[in-house]
């Protein structure tokens, strides 16, 4: 699946909902700030716009084709579309604006994702929209047994440079400061955090490039030259005093390294999605865990990156080492799972429920193993030393990245 953004500016809050007669998975969206009418439609992910013009019930819409039988489509526009068939179209490319023309009662996008021809349920920024079913079993093509779906408000992340990214430590109460230096606020769509010789090393992606901010060089955010980068699957080691890079192009995980200016190489792990890498090293060999086909892979420097099916299935994976064991935390249907390379993998639930399936970070810090995750917009943290009671800490944002140093533990969300 393309990593879906909700087809709106960056930080707008609209209202998601349907109706009976409605198709299922078929979404209403209104703007929850006033007036709807006249409001930016966005390409919610890239793709080739598969038709722009008008029908007599969709009125003046798009379509968009994101590959691999993903198409979103954008009904009832103000006015005729602002892009062509056969135009390509980045992820928050404007489409046109929100009107009522067609089969309407009145100013509204209504929004359709497919895969194959079929409707399918819409997923913004890796979560769920929750709107499937419409409560009826006369529409169609698709009838999903239920009552209506409940309306919910959902907030865009759909931002091409970034939102701004900031530090909170568990030194300072979690006290979230804006990460910002010579170059202006570190902005991005996702974080990597990695120190070295005590130094503070934090990765940022945006608009597909990935850059370099340092503490001890006051945060002065640097372009790696690392470009192309899709979704929000970003993560950075250190191994033998070199930084690695990992992002996700074309489906297939690359490295770059500090040890050769950035160059960005393809490792030939392939067929896996955009919104979630993790990486660690141990004994001297880089591990890659990504996800393909809902279940969490295997890849590493020493069987030359051959990506093996762990069994354990996930949205969202980041590994720690602790001591010779490797160990994953996964995100399923909302739940955290632990899975332990000295186990045979085997997936146990932490009692964690209620997270964001888009994202999870994890750490391991002077024997406690540590997992944070987003619920409700807020970061949350739970620790094998408290049975993985997951709390709050209070430090807002869509995503994090997490760096234990000198036993002070650091948050960089965005």
């Known amino acids: 699946m393309p990593f879906f953004q909700l087809p709106f500016p960056c930080g707008e809050t609209w209202r998601l909902a349907t109706y009976h007669g409605h198709d299922d998975y078929d979404i209403d969206m209104t703007f929850t700030g006033g007036g709807s009418s006249g409001r930016a439609i966005l390409a919610s992910a890239a793709g080739t716009v598969a ?200 489906g297939y995980v690359h490295e770059a390294s500090s040890a050769n200016g950035w160059r960005n190489l393809n490792t030939g792990i392939g067929g896996v999605g955009s919104s979630s890498i993790s990486v660690i090293q141990l004994g001297g060999v880089k591990y890659i865990y990504s996800i393909v086909g809902g279940y969490v892979h295997e890849a590493h420097s020493a069987n030359g990156w051959r990506n093996l099916n762990t069994g354990v299935p996930g949205s969202a994976v980041a590994a720690i080492a602790a001591g010779n064991v490797k160990i994953l935390y996964v995100v399923n249907g909302g739940s955290v799972y632990e899975a332990a390379s000295n186990a045979g993998w085997a997936n146990n639930w932490t009692g964690i429920s209620g997270v964001s399936s888009a994202t999870i970070a994890a750490a391991y810090s002077n024997g406690e193993k540590l997992i944070y995750t987003m619920a409700g917009g807020y970061v949350h943290e739970a620790s094998s030393y408290n049975g993985w009671r997951n709390l709050n800490s209070g430090v807002t944002g869509s995503r994090t990245s997490v760096l234990a140093l000198n036993g002070v533990k650091y948050l960089y969300p965005n």
């Not at 969709?58 to 379509?63: L, M, R």
């Not at 023309?101 to 929750?130: C, I, M, Q, W």
């Open 51 to 250: 038709f722009a013009g008008w029908g007599s019930g969709g009125g003046n819409y798009v379509v968009v084709d994101h590959g691999g039988g993903w198409r979103s489509t954008y009904l009832h526009m103000i006015e005729s579309p602002m892009v062509g068939t056969g135009q390509s179209v980045a992820q928050g490319q404007q489409l046109g604006r929100v009107g009522s023309t067609g089969n309407s009662t009145g100013p509204h996008l209504h929004y359709e994702v497919s895969r194959d021809g079929g409707k399918t349920e819409a997923y913004f920024n890796g979560s769920p929209s929750g709107i499937t079913s419409d409560g009826s079993s006369a529409t169609g093509p698709i009838y999903v047994e239920g009552a209506v779906s409940a309306a919910r408000n959902a907030t865009s992340a759909n931002c091409q440079n970034g939102t701004q990214v900031y530090e909170a430590s568990s030194a300072n109460g979690w006290r979230m400061l804006p990460v910002s230096g010579g170059y202006g606020p570190v902005t991005g769509t996702a974080t990597a955090a990695i120190q070295l010789n005590g130094v503070k090393i934090l990765y940022s992606l945006k608009n597909g490039q990935v850059f370099e901010a340092a503490s001890n060089a006051g945060w002065a955010n640097l372009n790696s030259g690392i470009n192309g980068a899709q979704g929000t699957a970003l993560a950075a080691i250190t191994l033998d005093g070199v930084k690695y890079v990992y992002t996700v192009i074309g």
